[in-house]
């Protein structure tokens, strides 16, 4: 079992900066890919950053097209906590982001953060 938190949602305008944690407990070890979804109102839940081969250290990372150069994704294996910091944010990157963790075929979720961009 492992256990996801998310935080740092929030309302900012455009052009801003948001900081997401996502703090990780439970079968860390066991985890081989992580990393961050959103779902805008009336979509489907998207992937905006994978890291893969590796519980938290993590190997190879992937960004969604759309947030290539805004958004970069980082980990803090000592608190066991991963971070998405979202700059030059655009009102399109409304939505509630998830963390994900995947151990084998079994995905894990966190409660969800709310970020609303304002134009």
């Known amino acids: 079992q492992v256990q996801l938190v998310e935080s740092g949602g929030g309302l900012v305008q455009a052009g801003g900066s948001l900081r997401l944690s996502c703090a990780a407990s439970g079968s860390i070890f066991s985890i081989n890919a992580i990393g961050w979804y959103r779902q805008a109102q009336g979509k489907q839940r998207e992937l905006v950053v994978s890291i893969t081969s590796g519980s938290m250290s993590g190997s190879m990372t992937n960004y969604l097209d759309s947030v290539k150069g805004r958004f970069t994704v980082s980990r803090d294996i000592i608190k066991n906590t991963m971070y998405l910091q979202m700059n030059s944010l655009k009102p399109e990157d409304t939505a509630v982001y998830y963390c994900?963790?995947?151990?084998?075929?079994?995905?894990?979720w966190g409660q969800g953060t709310q970020v609303t961009v304002s134009s």
């Open positions: 994900n963790a995947k151990v084998g075929t079994q995905d894990y």
